[in-house]
């Protein structure tokens, strides 16, 4: 009996132990990220039903910070098209963003975190791939322009491991510079690495 409780106390401290080892490596200061997102934009699936692609990717880099928020640092392409006679006219936006996330919410054990993110967005957007002048004559009157603005990001992550979380993203954007629309609505699935 006496034999069976020091096994139990052994066995209940190295069950401990492990425990606080998995949550140790999450939300560190100083650990750094690299993530793939990609998604929908405006209607939330990558095709309409005309066959229009409406879609989004994204590559980010993250470092957390003291207090368990994290810069991001990222490089961002949609797309949008609109469809006209029959023809679908891209406009492809590709910008930088810097972003700041703060948690909201969280679990005890910060397995899932929901992050509230403000970014400042640059870039360059194209329309008709630099063409104004369309198959039937008519021409495109929104050309080729630099573009700013800012995004506000919910963000849900869930740590899968200590290494690799799943990120669902919900983004506006309001992009200035452009006259073929402001704002847009990015909902995304992601992947996070942590490198260090």
Partial sequence: MYMQRILFILTAAVLSLLAGEAYAQRDLPGQTGIQFTTGG???FLSWKSGGECHYFTSLAFTHTNCNRTYWLYGLDYQIKEYTYENKAIPKAQFTGELGYFIPVLWD??????LRIGLSALGGFETVNRGTS???DGATVTNGDCFIYGGGLTAAFETYLTNRVMLLLQVKERALFGTDAGNFHTQ????????IN
């Fill in 41 to 43: 934009v405006n209607h």
């Fill in 108 to 113: 005890k054990g910060r397995n899932v975190c």
């Fill in 187 to 194: 909902v995304g699935l992601g992947v996070r690495l942590i």
């Fill in 133 to 135: 002048l369309l198959p």
